[in-house]
């Protein structure tokens, strides 16, 4: 089992700056991947962002690019996403995940484990 904790959600006026973190624990012999994905009021939950086992290789969903940034500190198991330029669409709920292996997915089915996620706001 992964145990997943995120934070670092709130509300922020558009344009501003917020950073999630996700804290993982247990499995820490087994390698995995970790991301991000969100889900909008009334929406299908979307990938937004994932990171590979050794944090060397990065993905992004377009709509993000240039704004958010994905990093991992592996000494704490945590993964980080700095926010940017943040815009109205970008409300939702955002839950972090991880998926066993070294390489990165984008894929929802791939991931195994689920954090109970944390609700960022965007105000226009």
């Known amino acids: 089992q992964v145990q997943l904790v995120e934070s670092g959600g709130g509300l922020v006026q558009t344009g501003g700056s917020l950073r999630l973190s996700c804290a993982a624990s247990?499995?820490?012999?087994?390698?995995?991947?970790m991301g991000w994905f969100r889900q909008a009021p009334g929406k299908e939950r979307e990938f937004v962002a994932a990171?590979?086992?050794?944090?060397?290789?990065?993905d992004y969903t377009d709509s993000v690019k240039g704004r958010f940034t994905l990093s991992r500190e592996k000494a704490k198991n945590t993964v980080y996403l700095q926010m940017n330029s943040l815009k109205p669409e970008d409300t939702a709920f955002y839950y972090c995940?991880?998926?066993?292996?070294?390489?990165?997915?984008?894929?929802?089915?791939?991931?195994?484990?689920w954090g109970q996620g944390t609700q960022v706001t965007v105000s226009s």
């Open positions: 995940a991880a998926s066993l292996g070294v390489l990165l997915t984008t894929l929802i089915s791939q991931y195994e484990y």
């Open positions: 247990g499995r820490s012999d087994d390698p995995y991947s």
């Open positions: 990171i590979s086992w050794s944090g060397s290789n990065i």
